[in-house]
């Protein structure tokens, strides 16, 4: 793994040790011996981790975390504090102003590699997500960070995995109150109900009598549901190699008994900000994903939908020699709508056919808004005379009622013209083609005199 590294302090001894240390590792290191020079290099240069001292002039360590969480282009960055600040009191604040970790020097070589090998691959994944998001829609970052404490005031659920009734209870209690806890003695069990809880954190006891409390978190790392819930290992004092084991396999964080109630909530609120930020993160992928392909008034797919997935449709029928069916349908003189009553009657129009569209198609039938008043449905393992049929009744359907415009307070008269065509085994058969023939269909009907169906083979 390689990565760029910023090692702030104000002393030159420390800096080149901590350069040695990574660069021996072959990450890529660069450093600034005090709070402003790491913050313009932080807005001026990608850097996939800060390892910060407190203790600087100018302004100090955690001033420059707050800030560099604060600024939506850098909160994503992890920051280690490395300091020789050892207090709780100065844990808590820098845990508090959003730093990732608090390692005390001199630093143990084996947890620095350790936790900067665990937060880089965790950095990422956030860059993945930020770039889907960005790609996929110009997305707002900062409104996004403003959201990620909350979920509309919903307690954050967490789950504790510990064999030892009294061991949880003294664990959780601090946390009742803010939190939801949920406690599982069995160890076999703790991965099915991670799995059904939608849990923001896990919290898994190091030590079972009779179960390696690393195969849990493995488990819960491998399953769809719960690749991303933040894993926070309960570890005692002396377990160093389990601790490294830990986050190499891809736990978020861990802490030592006997567990201090403060930075226990502190750290849990950092891992539960953080995921509701890649929640938030994923769900903005999905809604833009989903607003690319559907058109915004009526709900249905839209052309670019269409375009991409009728070729897959008409393949596939293609391929395994299936039936498929085509329909266009045109909203009969819709510019006499838009003219006469406006254009929100007209959008009336278009949402209730829609409506009445959706209930005369199957679900496995594709419905999109083709442009303006046509519309398309795919009809797939659908023969041409099932196809004529159900083009037949959604055209007397539309004209036996009415159409609401304006609240309710009209009611007009509206009828459609629909093509209809069905694939065609042939070698030069592909998606344009029943398109072309489904048109010319539509065409004949409109010509005939509308409000009618017309079917045409080939």
Do not use: W
């Not at 290191?29 to 807005?43: E, M």
């Not at 009728?310 to 020699?321: I, K, P, Q, S």
């Not at 007209?346 to 005369?360: H, K, P, Q, S, T």
């Not at 496995?364 to 009744?393: K, N, Q, S, W």
């Amino acid at each position: 793994m390689t990565a760029r590294i910023l090692v702030v302090d104000d002393i030159e001894a420390n800096r080149d040790l901590l350069e040695t240390r990574l660069t021996a590792e072959y990450f890529n290191v660069i450093t600034a011996r005090d709070g402003h020079d790491a913050l313009a290099i932080c807005s001026e240069t990608s850097v996939d981790l800060v390892l910060l001292d407190i203790m600087m002039p100018g302004i100090d360590g955690f001033e420059v975390c707050e800030r560099l969480k604060a600024n939506a282009a850098t909160c994503h960055i992890p920051v280690v504090i490395v300091t020789a600040l050892d207090e709780m009191a100065d844990r808590l604040r820098g845990l508090e102003a959003g730093a990732d970790d608090f390692l005390t020097k001199p630093v143990n070589e084996m947890q620095l590699l350790a936790r900067v090998r665990s937060l880089l691959r965790l950095k990422m994944l956030t860059d993945e997500l930020r770039l889907r998001a960005v790609t996929a829609r110009d997305i707002g970052l900062e409104n996004l960070l403003d959201n990620t404490n909350g979920e509309g005031g919903k307690k954050p659920k967490i789950l504790v995995v510990d064999e030892r009734e009294t061991s949880a209870e003294k664990f959780v209690k601090p946390l009742r109150g803010a939190f939801e806890i949920v406690h599982a003695p069995d160890p076999n069990a703790a991965v099915f109900t991670a799995a059904e809880g939608d849990f923001d954190t896990v919290f898994v006891a190091a030590k079972f009598s009779d179960f390696d409390a690393l195969r849990i978190c493995s488990q819960i790392r491998s399953l769809d549901r719960t690749r991303f819930v933040p894993i926070i290992l309960v570890a005692e004092a002396d377990d160093d190699d389990l601790i490294k084991r830990a986050l190499e396999l891809g736990v978020n964080d861990y802490i030592v008994r006997p567990v201090d109630s403060n930075e226990l909530t502190a750290r849990l609120r950092t891992q539960v900000k953080r995921k509701r930020y890649h929640d938030g993160l994923r769900d903005n992928v999905a809604a833009s994903i989903e607003l690319a392909v559907t058109d915004g008034l009526t709900g249905l797919h839209n052309r670019r939908y269409l375009d991409t997935h009728l070729e897959t449709l008409v393949a596939r029928a293609l391929n395994r020699g299936k039936e498929l069916s085509l329909l266009i349908t045109d909203i009969d003189r819709f510019k006499d709508v838009n003219d006469t009553h406006g254009h929100d009657a007209g959008d009336d129009v278009l949402r209730e056919f829609a409506r009445r569209l959706r209930i005369n198609v199957r679900g496995m039938d594709l419905a999109c808004r083709y442009g303006g008043e046509e519309f398309v449905i795919v009809m797939p393992d659908t023969a041409p005379h099932v196809a004529a049929e159900v083009a037949e009744r959604l055209r007397a359907q539309i004209e036996s009622e009415g159409f609401s415009i304006e609240n309710g307070a009209h009611s007009i008269d509206v009828t459609v013209s629909v093509g209809v065509t069905s694939l065609i085994q042939s070698e030069a058969e592909n998606a344009k083609a029943l398109l072309k023939r489904a048109d010319e269909a539509l065409y004949e009907a409109k010509t005939n005199g509308r409000n009618q169906v017309v079917s045409r083979a080939a």
